[in-house]
């Protein structure tokens, strides 16, 4: 497990570590907390990270999640996660588009369609259910709302919480080149 020190030295070090995580389940960017905007008003979400590109993240979603429209009208988000045993707080900001084409297409929607029930009812992510009673999902409901969503990377800042002083880091991508900055914590 790389220390602080090398994710302040090491970009690769870093991205290895948040790379590995759509493998291990207790990973804590696994399940990070990702934020949109509406109307100004922040929307937070824990999603699943579905896969790791170079300097890009892939979640899965429903097309009709009210989340499509806030990144429709404001692409920037901020990914969130805290690794507990580490004590270390990771915050991502990324350029958020929805996938129509990429060459891993196919197998994210494979994969996404495993569980077909996600994407599958009838009603939209949100919708109030009546007398508790979901509407059955069919495996062709779920092709046509399965969506992508690809967070482009632009900084990821760590901040290390320690009894003898805290860190704080960020790498920004400066044209294709990730440079870091010590911050005040």
């Given at each position: ?36 905007t509406a109307n ?36 920037h988000t901020t990914?969130h996660s805290y ?103």
């Amino acid at each position: 497990m790389p220390s602080f020190f090398e994710y302040t030295t090491s970009f690769e070090t870093l991205w290895e570590w948040i790379s590995s995580a759509p493998s291990q389940q207790r990973h804590p960017m696994r399940a990070p907390t990702v934020i949109t905007t509406a109307n100004n008003i922040p929307n937070a979400r824990t999603m699943i990270l579905r896969d790791v590109l170079p300097n890009t993240l892939i979640f899965f979603t429903d097309k009709r999640s009210p989340k499509i429209q806030d990144i429709l009208t404001n692409p920037h988000t901020t990914i969130h996660s805290y690794d507990a045993k580490k004590k270390l707080q990771i915050r991502i900001r990324a350029q958020t588009s929805v996938v129509n084409a990429h060459p891993q297409w196919n197998k994210w929607r494979s994969m996404g369609l495993n569980r077909f029930q996600d994407y599958g009812s009838s009603l939209p992510p949100g919708s109030i259910i009546q007398d508790n009673h979901n509407p059955n999902a069919t495996l062709e409901t779920a092709r046509e709302n399965f969506c992508i969503l690809q967070a482009n990377i632009t900084d990821i800042e760590l901040l290390k919480l320690s009894r003898a002083g805290h860190e704080r880091i960020e790498w920004k991508n400066q044209d294709g080149s990730w440079q870091s900055v010590h911050l005040v914590p």
